[in-house]
């Protein structure tokens, strides 16, 4: 029998608001352990919850960027476990009345055709503290680090609308993209700012069953979760066709192992209305207000990086998928930068340098304005490729203008025809055998030749007038 | 007998100055002071000091008020067994005190000491620093033998606090003191709090309905067939709300521990056991139980108690007070079962679950089972203020 897999996602994703959910306190769970606490967050007795408007906000602009629908009325609940992480008895999360309902990204399938996967609706809650087991002695310790207490986080909850661990993974690319261009959070699941659970049944092909699912935890990485959906489908398969059936329980997924473990279930009661957090209000001008704050979408902002700058698509795809390349692309431009060049010149060169120096685009100290100044030189023929690259390494290292460092370091290009006349002469005079194997024939020679020109001049040489005097010179022979 | 006072604050003197000057009140452990003890009557709590002022403290201390110290409490404030609420201000050691309303304990409290007890509107005080047990339904309770007192204190603890969103952005009463016309102002009594009163309370009810004829407010009889439902209500939604409340106490930071537990879900469990009384237990269970088993029935008692507020809207858009009776004889320890301490507070729990104001006032008498309440509308503080302080004024021989 050919099965088929039921997937359906629940994405927690850790909202990067200054503070907290509902206090004052920095959030940032990485500080030195209980550092960012208060009453509040400590869920000391006598403490008042005050919801965060940024994290509301920051949520809301999730919310929209995911094409979801902002409710007009969303409250808070009390889902009430007990462990350790939780020394309040409940966690602050709306399951009556969610933030947002709706939503959902479209993809690009395996067969090429688009595929539109559901949210089913988002809501706001707070994080848990951090447990930490050590060893006093011999004796094993549980620690608490309420760093991470009271942390906004939003969960994505989607349809059942997934059936291959690569739609899952474009989806979570998607959502990624998405929610970074809202501003709301890095969503790096190997930072464990977006987690992700999987919520997987299978069912023979074409049939509408909905059977017991199985839930899929602790991936971290969005490779993991498209390994952990497909150890999770072949192993059900296996199940079922040895006639055994699948019970309803949470599995763990083990990357070394790249095998799925069963782990027990924490005990979940139903959730009760919070009493003291007030619900949230939208009114129709709160949500329109909200929506101007959106940036361009990243697949809108794609189209349009292919319709007005010429750039193919897949290009503009990768240029649009990370807001701030996005951005710097679109500042080069607004200085005069032509789109080709731009892009070339981003992608090749300054990514891969502001990623080896563990730098971000956004706060490179190769500004936008910098970097275009190096361009302009470059397509004003005042310096060549070669000497473009040596001033990016310079540009890192230095405050000065890319026009500084080119006089100061003597990177200007050499255009002058007379002087690179004689440069010629000399080095054709320097290589009599280079000169009859181009005459014997071989056009390789000409490279050859052209390269050594570039080495005498030390790189300064205009390639372009190089190639064309000399090969009226070589013509002439 | 056990002592009022569980502490007694060593500073005499007050902080601040301002239109409280040199007034001695008293709070409950379950109302933070920083540094003070706050184990909210309750042994779960034990140990557990309160990191800051609650906003009623400050702005108290801030007025000039003196906060002479904690009063014993009941565990959590749930009921008056083993509280000696009331007793410091009948015995003058303080001139007012504050106490947490869940089910009627100030208005309870006030009867058993004699003097006025008053529990606001909900939403009008910040819950900044209270540790309640059933959020929805409590409020802090001022009692005094001067209503004049409460009034003033109630002008300045009440009002927007931005600690505490939860505070609904709505207009304060104006406290100062207002003019009450009788002729012009309808009393209700509804019909079903008349019957099965029990021994005094229904001579007392028929006194203050006499002396408010004679004093000419027009008495207007009306039925609220489902006035019964407010302790139902209350007691479903308010165990559901305090089971969820309580679920903190887990004995790791504060509160008894037992010791010797092989793992922290052990030492939860037995440490709780030994930590809550049997009436607040018996309470955390019944919340439970509607929680986890019977979570229809919760929802059930939440339609209703929406429906309860609607008839009382009505209620009061035909009255401007209602008179109602006050409790059957004074609480004793032997009403510390659930059931014992539901019946007790039949009369006083319907303003928790509607969240208007009430206010108890002794009879011209004097006697503890003579007194009765009466109540506005939500936020309706300043009216009942007027209304009660008519009233007092006319026994003294004032004149309106
Ligand atoms: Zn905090």
Known sequence: MEFEAVIGLEIHVELNARTKLFCDCPNNPGDEPNINTCPVCLWFPGAVPRLSQEALEKAALLCLALGAELQPKSAFDQKVYYYPDLPKGFQLSQAHLPLSRGGGIDITDEDGTTKRLRIHHIHMEEDVAKLVHEMEGRVPISLVDFNRAGAPLVEIVTEPDFRTPYQAMEFLKALRTQVRYAGSSECSMENGTMRVDANISIRPKGTGQMNTKVEVKNMNSVRHVGDAIAHEISRQSACVQAGETVVLHTRLWDPDKKVTLPMRAKFEGPCVPDPIVPAIELSQQDIKALRSRLPEMPAARAERFVSQHGLTGEEATFLSTDPDVAAYFETLLGQGIAPRTAMHWLTTQLIPAVRDRGQELGTTPVTPARFAMLLKMLSNDEINANAAREVLVHLFDSEESPDAIVHARGFKQVSDRGELDSLIDRVLGEQPSAVNDFRAGQSKAMGFLIGQIMQASGGKANPKIIRELLAKKLEKM | ?400
């Open chain 2, 1 to 400: 007998m056990d002592s009022i006072f569980v502490y007694l604050n060593p500073e005499t003197v007050s902080e601040g100055s301002g239109p409280l000057q040199g007034l001695k009140i008293s709070i409950q452990p379950n109302i933070s002071a920083s540094g003070w003890p706050t184990d909210a009557g309750s042994n779960a709590l034990i140990n557990f000091k309160a990191l800051v002022d609650a906003t009623l403290v400050s702005r108290l201390r801030e007025a000039g008020a003196v906060i002479k110290g904690l009063t014993r409490m009941s565990e959590f404030g749930f009921g008056l067994a083993g509280s000696r609420a009331g007793d410091a201000v009948s015995r003058g050691a303080v001139d007012a005190e504050l106490v947490l309303d869940l089910m009627g304990e100030s208005r309870l409290a006030a009867q058993r000491a004699v003097v006025c007890g008053f529990k606001p509107s909900y939403g009008l005080i910040s819950r900044y620093g209270l540790i309640g047990l059933i959020p929805s339904m409590e409020n802090c309770g001022v009692l005094s033998r001067s209503l004049k007192n409460i009034r003033e204190m109630v002008k300045i603890i009440a009002g927007p606090d931005e600690k505490d969103f939860s505070l609904p952005d709505e207009k304060l009463p104006d406290f100062s003191p207002q003019k009450v016309n009788p002729k012009k102002t309808t009393v209700g009594v509804i019909t079903e709090t008349k019957s099965g009163l029990q021994g005094d309370q229904e001579s007392a009810l028929h006194a203050a309905i006499d002396e408010l004829k004679e004093a000419g407010f027009r008495i207007k009889e009306m039925s609220f067939p489902d006035f019964s439902l407010f302790s139902l209500v209350h007691k479903i939604v308010g165990s559901v709300e305090a089971s969820s409340c309580a679920g903190r106490y887990d004995s790791v930071r504060y509160g008894h521990r037992v010791p010797g537990a092989k793992n922290w879900n052990e030492m939860y469990l037995s440490s709780r056991e030994e930590a809550f009384g049997l009436l607040v237990k018996s309470y955390l269970f019944q919340g439970a139980f509607f929680q986890f088993q019977r979570y229809d029935a919760y929802e059930d008692a939440c339609r209703i108690r929406a429906r309860l507020l609607e008839d009382m809207q009505k209620t009061m858009s035909k009255a401007d007070f209602l008179l109602l009776p006050a409790a059957n004889g004074v609480p004793t320890d032997a009403t510390a079962s659930l059931s014992g301490t539901y019946e007790q507070f039949s009369p006083t729990v319907f303003a928790n679950v509607t969240g208007q104001p009430a206010l108890y006032l002794p009879s011209a008498s004097g006697s503890a089972q003579s007194g009765f309440q009466l109540a506005g509308p939500r936020l309706g503080d300043a009216r009942l203020f007027a209304m009660g302080e008519y009233l007092l004024n006319l026994r003294q021989g004032g004149k309106s």
